[in-house]
Nanobody
Framework: QVQLVESGGGLVQAGGSLRLSCAASGLTFSSYVMGWFRQAPGKEREFVAAMRWSGGSTYHADSVKGRFTISRDNAKNTMYLQMNSLKPEDTAVYYC???????????????WGQGTQVTVSS
């Protein structure tokens, strides 16, 4: 059974930093692509970043490029999203996701976490 559990969200002032974590279990990691998405109130879910677990290739949305970094810790089976220079428009619920695929980045994901709230005050 695949499980994804996010943590690390919270309230931060504009210009600050947060690191989100996604603890994954039940996956054969070498076959998976992992991703981060976010959804702000009244808006559609938005792609943030993706990473191929095997090899570590990464892809970031233009809106976060240079500010956010996706990474992983193989020993802990955990994916991270380091968020720097946060802006009020980054306020959203952040979700991690996984898909077993060779396509990178994939257009759809099969497994989702429950989400963690990030609020950036101005």
């Amino acid at each position: 059974q695949v499980q994804l559990v996010e943590s690390g969200g919270g309230l931060v002032q504009a210009g600050g930093s947060l690191r989100l974590s996604c603890a994954a279990s039940g996956l054969t990691f070498s076959s998976y692509v992992m991703g981060w998405f976010r959804q702000a109130p009244g808006k559609e879910r938005e792609f943030v970043a993706a990473m191929r677990w095997s090899g570590g290739s990464t892809y970031h949305a233009d809106s976060v490029k240079g500010r956010f970094t996706i990474s992983r810790d193989n020993a802990k089976n955990t994916m991270y999203l380091q968020m720097n220079s946060l802006k009020p428009e980054d306020t959203a619920v952040y979700y991690c996701a996984a898909k077993r695929t060779s396509v990178f980045p994939p257009t759809r994901y099969d497994y989702w976490g429950q989400g963690t709230q990030v609020t950036v005050s101005s």
